[in-house]
Nanobody, 115 residues
Framework: QVQLVESGGGLVQPGGSLRLSCAGS????????MGWYRQASGKERESVAT???????NYADSVKGRFTISRDSAKNTVYLQVNSLKSEDTAVYYC?????????WGRGTQVTVSS
């Protein structure tokens, strides 16, 4: 059974940084695309950053220049370095991975930006 487990969230002051990690397990195959999504209270889930198996990345305009996605394909792990955090970055951050035609989601990690 494929599982994704996020870690690294927490409470941080505006301007601070965090590193989110998402470890995949339950498969011998390497994930295709992986990514991070977030959902703020009362809002729809949105894409934050994605990375293909070849390493191509895509970012939401709101996080360009502040967030960096990377992956260790051999470990089926994806990371999100989040810098210069703003209050509007507060959300539950979810990891996503695609394997063939299947989509998998983690349970999420809370990121709260507050002074």
């Amino acid at each position: 059974q494929v599982q994704l487990v996020e870690s690294g969230g927490g409470l941080v002051q505006p301007g601070g940084s965090l590193r989110l990690s998402c470890a995949g397990s339950g498969t011998i195959f390497r994930f295709n695309a992986m990514g991070w999504y977030r959902q703020a209270s009362g809002k729809e889930r949105e894409s934050v950053a994605t990375i293909t198996s070849g390493g191509s990345t895509n970012y939401a305009d709101s996080v360009k220049g502040r967030f960096t996605i990377s992956r260790d394909s051999a470990k089926n792990t994806v990371y999100l370095q989040v810098n210069s955090l703003k209050s509007e970055d507060t959300a539950v951050y979810y990891c996503h991975a695609r394997l063939g035609s299947y989509d998998y989601w983690g349970r999420g990690t809370q990121v709260t930006v507050s002074s």
